[in-house]
């Protein structure tokens, strides 16, 4: 592999596109983050990964790992599909530190023909980096499920070990099912769905990528669910990501979730998130990509896709809100600060890897409009209303502009990333995310700021690259 492994990492080096603080792979398609979790006096990260190609086969776990969730060292791949339990792709998973090893549960997919099968399976990272596939888990009463059984996500509660599992029932319908452990076996114990309500009720035909998490008091179910048609305008794509609230008062066996499903992130590309909690922070990483997405231009220089910026979550008065992680400031190289009153300003210094910060004060609306030939972006937001688009993307998806609803009605706060090719915009102070891709061909322009009324304080910072090159 090393020959053409140097001459593609070459091609991702040089590609204006790559980015520079977000996590990619300098080779082929990587998708969800799996595995993420703390050992070692270290954060590790993997992720869905074929480092052969840029299509949706050959599923490794590639592995990073990092001090601060900022600055990422890559490791030789975790997990590759060479067994007769995992065959046609090592797929997502999540992992558990036990003092020494980082024990790592995924879903071994087989394909015979027409036939899927897929097999809950356990593997040991051991110190010095050698992994030990220990092989399928025994798991008893997965019956009434077809193929689609995926995603292991372990979690605690008390002393017992679970495991929650996106799965579809025989007759088509997605949902979760709870395994408990039990000496050396899993156990079934609760199957759980719901009806989504994104402008009427429907059903899903698969749920991936589940987690369970408690934050603060509040238990949270993460899932996305699959074949859901939305004729609203504030999303549009049948691969949603989203959160339930929880009542695990009688513990996992019985939980239930609420019929109010909540999205992530109302931008153009979020799915598959993760998360972890450490010394008392809950942090969520995802995938900026869906499962059926368009070819991207970057494709000819050998890589696709990336992953979002790690997200710090709260629960405050009944509302989740997302953070960027506090640490990603220790990237600001440079910064400039204005303020502004109602009227019409231009500013310079948008650049490939820069945050736009503004605080806004009795402000009903402003428009944003940053130039970057076709591919430019604009937000707007307007009795709180915001608008994001963007220009011409450089690839086949066309899908072009997102609408969010704030619970506010004066637009607040914005906090606006860029990296080569990304974007994600978090709005009100963490009230939410809207995230996308778009592959400019040219260097950002003057950026365009309207104020209906009011007045902001805004700061543009440069973020350095945070890659520890090899
Ligand atoms: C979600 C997903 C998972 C699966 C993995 C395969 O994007 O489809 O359900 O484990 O990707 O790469």
């Known amino acids: ?134 092989g399928p888990l025994t798991i008893e009463g997965l019956d009434n499920y077809t193929g689609h059984v995926r995603d292991p996500k372990f979690f605690r509660w008390g002393e017992q070990s679970w495991i929650v599992l996106g799965v579809q029932t025989l007759d088509l319908q997605g949902g979760i099912s709870l395994l408990q452990q039990q000496d050396q076996r899993w156990c079934e114990r609760h199957y ?88 008392g922070e809950t942090v969520l990483i995802g995938w900026l990509g869906l499962p059926d997405e368009a070819e991207h231009p970057t494709v000819a220089h050998n890589w696709t896709q990336m992953l979002g910026l790690p997200r710090s979550l709260s629960w405050q008065d009944g509302y989740l809100l997302q953070q960027p992680i506090a640490a990603i400031r220790e990237l600001i190289s440079g910064q400039q600060q204005h303020s502004y009153g109602a009227g019409k300003h231009s500013l310079s210094g948008i650049s490939r890897s820069c945050l736009l910060e503004m605080e806004l004060t009795a402000c009903g609306a ?24 963007r220009g011409e993307l450089g690839c086949a998806n066309s899908d072009k502009k997102r609408v969010y609803q704030s619970r506010s009605e004066n637009p607040t706060k914005l906090q606006l990333f860029i990296d080569s090719s990304s974007f994600e915009l978090f709005v009100n102070d963490g009230e939410a995310v809207l995230s996308g891709r778009l592959f400019p061909q040219q260097a950002w322009g003057q950026a365009q700021l309207v104020l209906d009324d009011g007045q902001v304080a805004l700061t543009l910072s440069q973020l350095r690259n945070s890659w520890i090159e090899e």
Request: aromatic share 14%; glycine share 8%.
């Open 1 to 134: 592999m090393s020959e053409s492994w140097q001459w593609t990492t070459d091609k991702f080096t040089s590609d204006p596109w790559r980015p520079c603080y977000h996590i990619a792979a300098a080779t082929g398609l990587i998708n969800d983050p799996n595995g993420f979790s703390f050992h070692q006096g270290h954060f590790q990260l993997f992720y869905q990964w074929n480092p052969f190609g840029c299509e949706h086969k050959n599923k490794h776990w590639g592995h990073f790992s990092s001090r601060d969730l900022v600055h990422w060292q890559s490791h030789a791949a975790a997990l590759a599909p060479t067994d007769w339990f995992d065959k046609d792709g090592c797929y997502s998973g999540t992992a558990v530190s036990n003092g020494e090893n980082l024990e790592l549960y995924y879903t071994g997919n087989v394909r015979n023909g027409e036939q899927r099968l897929s097999y809950q399976c356990k593997a040991l990272l051991q110190p010095g980096g050698k992994v030990e596939k220990l």
């Open 192 to 279: 759980v769905t719901k009806d989504i309500n994104f402008g009427h009720p429907q059903q899903a035909y698969m749920w991936e990528c589940p987690d369970l998490l408690q934050l603060d008091d509040q238990w949270l179910l993460l899932a996305c669910p699959q074949g859901i048609h939305s004729d609203s305008a504030e999303y549009n794509s049948t691969n949603l990501s989203g959160y339930f609230t929880v009542d695990m008062h009688a513990g996992p066996a019985e939980l239930s979730i609420s019929n109010d499903f909540q999205l992530l992130d109302y931008g153009f590309e979020f799915y598959a998130p993760q998360t972890l909690q450490h010394q």
């Open 366 to 389: 402003f428009q944003l409009l940053l130039p970057c030939g076709d591919a430019s972006l604009s937000i707007c937001a307007n009795q709180g209303q915001w608008v994001i688009e």
